[in-house]
């Protein structure tokens, strides 16, 4: 399994991004992919989750309304959306699949098993 992140950079506050995931190696019909993030000397938190099959969406409290995440079935490639960029989302963002979850446990990181190598989002005031 391979989880290629890109995307990253510095944007000013306001400022939008859009992360991309390309992932390979993978049983897309039972996997659910998400965003996690990670700022210095902090916690790895969940961001946003969505499951291949049915499309079902997640999100951390602290991005809803501002992030979106999608994916393209074509690409195996799953997309953030990242508008109304704030300091506080300042991290290392990283994307991770896991299998066979649902709504309760797809935001909790001890339940992916595939990780890429993270994404640097620096948003600046």
């Known amino acids: 399994v391979q989880l290629q992140a890109s995307g990253g950079g510095l944007v000013q506050a306001g400022g939008s991004l859009r992360l991309s995931c390309a992932a390979s190696?993978?049983?897309?019909?039972?996997?659910?992919m998400a965003w996690f993030r990670q700022a210095p000397g902090k916690d790895r938190d969940f961001v946003a989750g969505i499951r291949w099959s049915g499309g079902n969406r997640y999100y951390g409290d602290s991005v809803k309304g501002r992030f979106a995440i999608s994916k393209d079935t074509f690409k195996n490639t799953v997309y953030l959306q990242m508008d109304n960029l704030k300091p506080e989302d300042t991290a290392v963002y990283y994307c991770a699949a896991g299998m066979r979850l649902i709504a309760s446990t797809a935001t909790s990181r001890d339940r992916y098993g595939y990780w890429g190598q993270g994404t640097l989002v620096t948003v600046s005031s």
């Open positions: 190696g993978l049983t897309f019909r039972d996997v659910t």
